[in-house]
């Protein structure tokens, strides 16, 4: 079954930082502290965690099984495990959900490297609020800047692509996910060191329990699968370049510990300094760059905060777009025997296209909509909302039905030199209990919930 001359990781800590920064991205540093803000803070936070272990975990582990016992991309993988049949259609859901959406990604990534080179060159100081909207949504929103930024920051991923599993994604990854973690240390210090923290801090670890709706439950369900980056064919594919010796089980736990303490520091960064500035927690997509930026102008040394703040989202968004980058580049390398060289150069040049795209439907294209939306948001909608959930819920589906429980437990045992306590629970959950869940999350993003709620 396994590629026995497949590539692998280097070493176990390139095991961990790699698949960590798989998972952590923009989403963590970003989406996670607005969803909080969004959803009554503790209460949500809480929740969040409490599905990560019970929902994320036991998936992740999944995937895993997934990619090492088949050696092979999102795709092929299970052509190997389940020859000449449909289920090779949700590997296919994986790959062009990672295409797509790193095509959509690479356009917000490009925004960290305009930021950074306004926060070196002064230009973010001495701005009001207002300011900082206006010429966020210019930028945003003009044809030739923002496309260069995003061909220039897929180029930085491309780079690292074709230098290799090893040599290139492991290798970054050990500089990147440190220097990631620093970061946000700094910046978290610096954050509860402002007046009136406490509001803050409490807002995110005192929960008010009667805020625990059915709404915050889905909404901190949907929170986990995107923050681990389930259903994209990321764990699949790094999966399938870990050694055999390699404990899943482990590795699964502690990218999960790893990603949720980000989210808790992203978070603690976060509201301490919107509480000390009055700011609303739940100040959306302008969080990043317009509430933030404008925060750190108002501290001693401003420019040196904001510069420090969004090296940290460029290395998030980096650690993500490689992953994605790799789910694409590994499939038309290994389904269509290019070399991987090639492969990742018709992967880079058909993001580039899709980004340039998504950029100009902020501006030059924004006429142009898909069910009311413009061609970014579009796709948003499509991956975020229907491929990923969708793609969670057949692959555990799939495992369920189709593999052995035999064969299952003997992957994620290492054939029986690793104990693996509650199997049959775990192997009970992912067949009924996961895809139900899963199917919740589903049914709430596209707004049914609501629906048949209210019919009754």
Avoid at 91 to 96: D, I, K
Avoid at 345 to 357: C, L, T
Avoid at 419 to 448: M, R, S, V, W
Wanted: glycine share 10%; proline share 3%.
């Amino acid at each position: 079954m396994a590629n026995k001359d497949r590539v692998t990781f280097g070493s176990k800590i390139g095991v961990i930082l790699a698949t960590v920064g798989c998972a952590v991205g923009l989403g963590s540093i970003w989406r996670f502290p607005y969803m909080v803000g969004a959803n009554g803070g503790a209460a949500f936070l809480l929740v969040f965690m409490i599905c990560t272990v019970l929902l994320g975990l036991p998936i992740m582990i999944t995937e895993f099984f997934i990619g090492r016992h088949s050696r092979s991309n999102a795709a092929g993988a299970f052509k190997k495990l389940a020859p000449g049949t449909q289920w090779s259609l949700i590997g296919y859901n994986g790959v062009l959900a990672a295409f797509l959406i790193l095509g959509f990604y690479s356009v917000v990534s490009g925004w960290t490297l305009e930021y950074i080179w306004q926060a070196m060159t002064g230009s973010l100081a001495g701005k009001t609020t207002a300011e900082f909207t206006t010429d966020f949504e210019t930028f945003s929103s003009s044809a030739l800047r923002p496309i260069g930024w995003t061909i220039a920051f897929i180029a930085l991923t491309h780079i690292i692509i074709v230098s290799g599993v090893e040599k290139g994604i492991e290798r970054a990854s050990k500089i990147m996910m440190p220097a990631l973690f620093i970061i946000l240390l700094i910046l978290c210090i610096r954050s509860v060191t402002l007046p009136g923290v406490q509001e803050g801090l409490s807002f995110l670890f005192k929960p008010d329990f009667d805020k625990i709706t059915s709404s915050v439950i889905l909404s901190a369900m949907g929170q986990t699968f995107f923050s681990l980056s389930i259903g994209m064919g990321c764990l699949i594919t790094y999966s399938s370049y870990f050694g055999k010796d390699t404990n899943l089980q482990l590795t699964a736990v502690q990218v999960t510990v790893l990603n949720t303490l980000v989210a808790l520091l992203a978070g603690i960064m976060v509201f301490p300094a919107v509480f000390s500035f009055g700011i609303e927690p739940t100040a959306g997509p302008e969080l990043v760059f317009i509430t933030l930026p404008n925060i750190f102008e108002q501290l001693p040394f401003g420019n040196i905060w904001s510069f420090i703040f969004f090296i940290l989202l460029a290395l998030a968004a980096l650690t993500s777009t490689i992953s994605l980058h790799e789910v694409a580049t590994a499939y038309v390398h290994e389904e269509y025997h290019m070399t991987r060289k090639k492969a990742a150069w018709i992967v880079s040049a058909g993001v580039a296209v899709i980004g340039a795209v998504c950029s100009l439907s902020f501006g030059l294209l924004k006429e142009y909509t898909i069910g009311g939306l413009i061609i970014f948001d579009a796709l948003d909608y499509l991956t975020a909302k229907i491929m990923m959930p969708l793609g969670g819920m057949m692959i555990c589906v799939f495992v369920g039905v189709r593999i052995e429980k035999k064969v299952l437990k003997a992957e994620l045992t290492n054939k029986g030199t690793i104990t693996f306590y509650f199997f049959n629970a775990y192997a009970f959950f992912i067949k009924y209990i996961a895809p139900a869940a899963i199917g919740l999350i589903f049914l709430n993003e596209l707004g049914l919930i609501k629906k048949i709620i209210s019919l009754f």
